[in-house]
């Protein structure tokens, strides 16, 4: 089957882009034909967010060199875009692109037997709104049967409690009520769908759980990367607090270790020297190190697939349910912060299996949900 893919947009999130990657390659290994809907929303809307940027750079420039700010050095305009572009362009398989109001607007019809929605936090009203309405997320530009005939997959609510209005969540759950098999990557998800868009679910591992470490060597060795001199520990920080900055200073004075940490799409060492960061440099950062910190949960999915000790600093503003489903997946407890995790390879095959089950079963064009 020719299979459309519904997820965030591709601009530079880590996560988020190895997680289409990883969807669109399980689909493509399974003798599928699959592209990722390359929308966008209005062009104004990425004109001024580009003008923003442009000033932030020149403010936070102008602030180093006067030396206000020599622990936050300037970004590289657009660093983030190139990084997405330039994943994208060697690694997914994409649609033309698209405006996501001139689809109802010219009734812009698609070419897919059926599609797959998800994964990363594609229903949670709150970072779905800049670029489209919600119930764009539950497929509502498309034919009625060919929404019968489609599913999600591990899609993310991002938290426990659902963001829709009263008028999305009437709509959304027509919807949904009409996909042939829904799934959702946490448990909050799922009692999201049963108890309030009133649809039966399945819980299902992140699209990134799907391949295995080797999967991902491909990845980096495009690189062709020098090799690493010493040993160092790998930090991955969203959202920086002075807790957390004081926690990696502890951790480090502890284990005698320099920390390299992505921040702002760079590696930058204890020094403070800055290496941009592409998708490869970033899967080599996580798998080469002695220890991970991170409050990021594709850091801690990508610490698990290469077997990695890792110290997860669970993240609230980002949603705590993510975290609780992801360790119960794996059947760990989070733990207080400072807690080390190392999670068998074993049991990553086991919850892959059962994800690729999911798609296999669902995937047959003679089942349609009733």
């Known amino acids: 089957m020719k299979i459309g893919i519904l997820t965030h947009p591709i601009h530079g999130n880590y996560g988020g882009m190895l997680q289409a990657f990883a969807l669109q390659t399980t689909l493509e290994r399974m003798g ?60 997914l398989h994409t649609s033309s692109p698209v405006q996501v109001a001139d689809i109802a607007r010219d009734n812009i019809q698609f070419d897919y037997d059926t599609w797959v929605v998800g994964s990363d936090q594609v229903w949670r009203g709150a970072y779905v709104r800049p670029m489209a309405s919600l119930p764009f997320f539950f497929l509502n530009f498309i034919p009625e049967d060919i929404r019968r005939r ?25 919807l949904l009520n009409e996909f042939k098999a829904v799934s959702s990557r946490e448990f909050g998800g799922v009692r999201i769908c049963r108890e309030i868009l009133g649809r039966s679910c399945e819980q299902m591992p992140d699209p990134a759980l799907l391949l295995n470490s080797t999967d991902y060597e491909h990845i980096i060795e495009n690189e062709q990367l020098a090799p690493i001199e010493k040993d160092y520990i790998a930090a991955y920080i969203l959202d920086e607090t002075p807790e957390k900055r004081a926690f990696m200073r502890e951790i480090a004075d502890q284990e005698l270790m320099d920390i390299q940490e992505v921040r702002h799409h760079c ?43 890792f110290i997860c600093m669970e993240n609230s503003a980002r949603g705590t349910n993510r975290f609780e489903s992801l360790f119960q997946m794996v059947g760990e407890q989070t733990g207080p912060l400072g807690t080390i995790h190392k999670v068998d390879r074993d049991k990553l095959k086991a919850i892959a299996a059962q994800g690729k089950k999911y798609l296999k079963r669902n995937l047959s064009p003679h089942v349609i949900h009733e």
């Open 150 to 174: 489609s599913i999600s997959y591990a899609a993310s609510f991002g938290t426990n409690v659902w963001e829709g209005t009263p008028q999305e969540t009437e709509e959304c759950k027509r």
């Open 32 to 91: 599928h034909r699959t592209e990722l809907l390359k929308y966008a929303s209005f062009p104004e809307h990425e004109f001024i967010k580009n003008i923003f940027i442009h000033i932030k750079y020149r403010i936070r420039k102008f602030l180093n060199l006067a030396g206000f700010s020599s622990t936050l050095p300037p970004i590289q305009p657009f660093l983030r875009e190139k990084i997405a572009k330039d994943f994208e362009r060697q690694f």
């Open 267 to 309: 590696i930058i060492s204890s020094h403070n020297n800055r290496i941009p960061c592409s998708v490869g440099r970033w899967l080599r950062h996580l798998r080469d190190s002695r220890l991970v910190l991170t409050d990021s949960f594709h850091g801690c999915v990508f610490s698990m697939i290469f077997n990695k000790p």
